[in-house]
């Protein structure tokens, strides 16, 4: 049952590592002695964790249920997704073993985006759809990103933190892209079985701004991060993806917490362009705030978003937030706003930190909870 379908494993293991992953960081922060993971500093294991790990599982889940959809091809099932979840595994397994050299991390750890995004490229190209052909290109951007924080902690490259950046950049781009899709159409969907007029409005001009300014930022901070023009770059981008979330009329939504989570989350977008820009030109200790609006705030929350509503649909569900559905995604946003305010307000990090994380937690153990047992489970009214 769990190999019928990539969201299956795919979401089913995201949730349970940013369990784990932010659990780690936790009981760091509270003094309990962490050590002998695979990246020896803490806060470097944690980011890639997140992004390359969480991040990674959710991307192939989302992806490897879509791009049937997009091609009309049959979906990636049975053994070759269990050998793809199994690569996905193994570098969440190498990242906990202790004093693994760099370089045997490297190996193990590298092998899963790639082949991802082989697929995935494969899998348009035969059904030449190429539309969604830059879908598959940034999850190959994510991958080289893996590869070169990984080039990094091998002192190959001396780039700092490029490997992040690149990789929360292409997280981002990813969402941007997606969401470009699937937020107007699902409000316009929603309105309509509401039998309300289709309102959500998208412009050709606005969309190719949204993907050219924000790509043109995010590489300039992934290359550039102090320069003042990045910053200006990442400020002007903000401004074009809120006209652009503002034309989605998402304030239409709140009677359905399972669209208008989508436009909370997509917000997050913005705030945290916003954010990096006025850390870089103004006051460089916002640039914690930028990144997990990013982080928390974004890939948190429509990652969740997706995953959800995903899950419910391919499982033959109404497409209905519930009561436990709309506390995920209260307690998801929560945590964004705390963590994002224990940047702004230094002085009470000791409380807000950890309730950042304790809300983190509770949002995903509740998902795990909640969707696990249908990621498991046939599809309603199917029997084995």
Do not use: C
Not at 4 to 30: V, Y
Not at 37 to 63: C, I, K, M, Q, T
Not at 73 to 90: E, K, M, N, Y
Not at 208 to 227: C, D, I, T
């Amino acid at each position: 049952m769990l190999f019928r379908n990539a969201f299956r494993p795919f979401f089913l293991g995201a949730g349970l590592w940013a369990i784990i992953t932010l659990s780690i960081r936790i009981a760091e922060l509270s003094g309990y002695g962490i050590s002998g993971l695979a990246f020896g500093d803490l806060n470097r294991w944690h980011a890639h964790e997140l992004l390359f790990g969480y991040g990674s599982a959710v991307v192939a889940g989302f992806a490897l249920t879509a791009i049937p959809n997009w091609t009309g091809r049959l979906p990636v099932a049975g053994t070759a997704l269990a050998v793809l979840f199994g690569l996905w595994i193994a570098g969440r397994v190498a990242a906990l073993l202790p004093q693994l050299p760099p370089a045997a991390h490297f190996a193990v750890d590298v092998a899963f985006l790639p082949a991802l995004a082989g697929l995935a490229a494969r899998e348009i190209a035969v059904a030449k759809n190429y539309r969604n052909i830059p879908v598959a290109g940034l999850i190959a951007l994510l991958a080289l990103a893996n590869a070169a924080f990984h080039l990094e902690e091998l002192e190959v490259l001396a780039a700092g933190q490029f490997g992040a950046r690149l990789g929360l950049g292409a997280l981002v781009l990813l969402m941007g892209l997606i969401g470009g899709r699937i937020v107007p159409s699902f409000t316009n969907n929603w309105l309509a079985r509401e039998r309300r007029a289709r309102a959500a409005i998208t412009h050709r001009l606005i969309e190719q701004l949204a993907h050219g300014a924000s790509g043109a930022a995010l590489l300039l901070w992934a290359f550039l991060p102090y320069e003042p023009a990045t910053g200006f770059a990442l400020a002007s981008a903000a401004i074009v993806q809120i006209v652009r979330l503002a034309g989605w009329r998402g304030w239409l939504t709140t009677r359905e917490p399972l669209v208008l989570v989508l436009h909370v989350g997509y917000a997050w977008i913005p705030a945290g362009l916003a954010l990096l820009g006025a850390a870089i030109v103004w006051d460089p200790s916002l640039i914690s705030a930028g990144i997990h609006a990013l982080t928390v705030g974004a890939v948190g929350t429509m990652t969740l978003a997706v995953m959800t509503r995903a899950t419910l649909g391919h499982t033959g569900r109404a497409l209905h937030a519930e009561s436990g559905t709309v506390a995920i995604y209260a307690a998801i946003t929560a945590s964004a706003l705390v963590r994002v305010s224990a940047v702004l307000l230094p002085d009470s990090g000791g409380v807000l930190l950890p309730l950042a994380g304790a809300l983190w937690l509770f949002a995903f153990g509740l998902f795990v909870a909640i969707f696990g047992r249908m990621h498991l489970s046939p599809r309603v009214g199917e029997t084995v």
